[in-house]
Every structure is written in structure tokens, then in C-alpha cells.
């Protein structure tokens, strides 16, 4: 099993910065794929941002030039950096994992508990 546990979400005003994390442990010989997505109320859970174990990115359009991926392999951890925070940003933020147990296993996708995101205006 492998769990993944988010932090930095919290509420900002506006134009503002966080920095969210998410730590995956447990069970783990490769992490391949990770990912942030979030979920307004009212709205279906979207992709945000993507990185792959290269280091290779994708964002979605709403977010491109204000949000930055990264990742740090060592330690199993992706980083999101959201600036010039809006309203709609406003959501429940979920990091995702594509892990191998074993050297020949396929990837099992995890999911982290999420964390609240609010930008005032």
C-alpha cells in the first residue's frame, strides 16, 4: 500500500502564493507519473498539473503560466507553486501517484486526501 499526505492548502487573499505538498510513502519501487487535480463544489475534479519521473510537465490551460510542478524523486514528494491565486482557484486540491511495487509490476494509481484551497477576493 502506499499513502499520500498533502499539505500547505489554507485560505489567501487574492494575487497571493501557496505552495502545496504531497509526500507518498510506503510500498514503493518507482514512482512514475504524479499529479495534482482539484474539485470545485458543484464541479467534476479536473487535472491541474503533471509531471512525469523525467521531469516532463503538462497544465491545464487555467493555470498555465501561474502554477509551477515540480518534483523531488528522492524524496517522493511533488510540489505545486500557485501564484497570482484567483477565486476560481478556490477547490479541493488532490495530489495522485502512478507507483510500481516490484521492478516488473504495473503502476497502481493512488490518491491523496485532498486539501481546501480558498482565495478570497
Known amino acids: 500500500q502506499v499513502q499520500l499526505v498533502e499539505s500547505g492548502g489554507g485560505l489567501v487573499q487574492a494575487g497571493g502564493s501557496l505552495r502545496l505538498s504531497c509526500a507518498a510513502s510506503?510500498?514503493?519501487?518507482?514512482?512514475?507519473?504524479m499529479g495534482w487535480y482539484r474539485q470545485a463544489p458543484g464541479k467534476e475534479r479536473e487535472l491541474v498539473a503533471g509531471?512525469?519521473?523525467?521531469?516532463?510537465?503538462n497544465y491545464a490551460d487555467s493555470v498555465k503560466g501561474r502554477f509551477t510542478i515540480s518534483r523531488d524523486n528522492a524524496k517522493n514528494t511533488v510540489y505545486l507553486q500557485m501564484n497570482s491565486l484567483k477565486s476560481e482557484d478556490t477547490a479541493v486540491y488532490y495530489c495522485?501517484?502512478?507507483?510500481?511495487?516490484?521492478?516488473?509490476?504495473?503502476?497502481?494509481?493512488?490518491w491523496g486526501q485532498g486539501t481546501q484551497v480558498t482565495v478570497s477576493s
Open positions: 510506503g510500498s514503493i519501487f518507482r514512482i512514475n507519473y
Open positions: 495522485n501517484a502512478d507507483v510500481a511495487h516490484t521492478y516488473s509490476s504495473v503502476n497502481y494509481r493512488y
Open positions: 509531471i512525469t519521473s523525467g521531469g516532463s510537465t
